[in-house]
């Protein structure tokens, strides 16, 4: 599992078509507990980085 922050992905919406819904879920659930940080599991924070980063940098 990883921790992320949760302002940084959910408060992005132009990062909602990279985010797993599982990782989406486990987003919005910390934020309307008032939580900083979500855990969500390591493989699906993977691509979602990697997807927006492809995304971000075409090309590289």
């Known amino acids: 599992m990883v921790e992320i922050n949760?302002?940084?992905?959910?408060s992005n919406r132009a990062y909602y078509p990279f985010i797993p819904g599982s990782v989406f879920q486990a987003l919005e659930d910390a934020y309307l507990a008032?939580?900083?940080?979500?855990l969500v599991p390591e493989?699906?924070?993977?691509?979602?980085?990697?997807n927006i980063n492809a995304s971000?940098?075409?090309g590289q």
């Open 34 to 38: 008032g939580k900083e940080t979500a």
């Open 43 to 50: 493989d699906e924070y993977n691509v979602m980085m990697f």
């Open 6 to 10: 949760v302002d940084m992905f959910y």
């Open 56 to 58: 971000l940098c075409p």
